[in-house]
């Protein structure tokens, strides 16, 4: 039985993602949400990698993409997505989040597909290189502030960073990885000024590091090849 798709996209700061899935065979939300990830990372790979280089951890740089009125759904092929997702699930998809947890769920996907295994680099991972923000005023405050906190965490474990990413979002190993990640969040929190607004998620400040890292990484290399090849 094939069913039609709903998509509800909240363009406010919200953490969580929430997918609803209905059907004869019920898959769990974790199912949809890995499906969704590797489906903007392959099927929509153009409109994804544009997507996080225009955006940061809850802004997106609206400028690029035509101006304040952008449906980000349309523009990130989010409905494609969910109609796949449903095809390959036999379930009706939708699914509700913000932004930044948007952008968590597009690198998990990009960064599983670039790296299948746990990269080499984890053991001795590059400094990270000066990020690049999209966002100004006080919306830059909050993503300089959370770029701060997102390094720290990945610093504390690079190893368990990307472990929690390779985990289905709320099983148990994910849980039982958590429970050992938070009190290192919490501890780079009291460290760094943490930011106002709506709090992140464990999962959007393991992602945004991760990320950050596998770009210093890329360049990196690419600049030891470039020093090399002279």
């Not at 379930?91 to 948007?102: E, P, Y």
């Not at 950050?212 to 990196?220: E, G, N």
């Amino acid at each position: 039985m094939k069913f039609a798709i709903a998509l509800i996209l909240v363009v406010g700061s919200i953490s969580t993602v929430c997918f609803a899935a209905e059907g004869r065979r019920r898959p769990s939300d974790t199912d949809v949400r890995d499906l969704f990830a590797a489906c903007l990372a392959t099927r929509q790979a153009k409109a994804s990698s544009f997507f996080l280089a225009h955006s940061d951890m809850g802004s997106l740089d609206v400028d690029a993409y035509g101006g304040p009125n952008v449906e980000l759904g349309r523009k990130l092929g989010i409905e494609q997505c969910l109609t796949w997702v449903g095809d390959k699930t036999r379930t009706q998809v939708s699914i509700k989040t913000g932004r930044s947890a948007l952008r968590a769920i597009a690198i998990e996907g990009t960064y599983r597909l670039r790296f299948p295994q746990s990269p080499i680099w984890l053991e001795d991972p590059a400094p990270s290189k000066p990020r690049t923000f999209v966002s100004t005023g006080e919306k830059l405050t909050i993503a300089q502030a959370n770029g701060i906190i997102a390094d720290c965490l990945f610093a504390a474990d690079p190893k368990g960073i990307d472990a929690l990413i390779r985990l289905s979002s709320e099983s148990v190993e994910e849980q039982a990885l958590v429970s050992t990640l938070l009190p290192k969040l919490e501890k780079c929190k009291s460290e760094h000024a943490v930011p106002a607004g709506k709090e992140m998620s464990l999962r959007e400040f393991a992602a945004e590091g991760l990320w950050q890292a596998a770009i210093s990484t890329a360049a990196s290399a690419e600049a030891t090849a470039t020093n090399g090849s002279h």
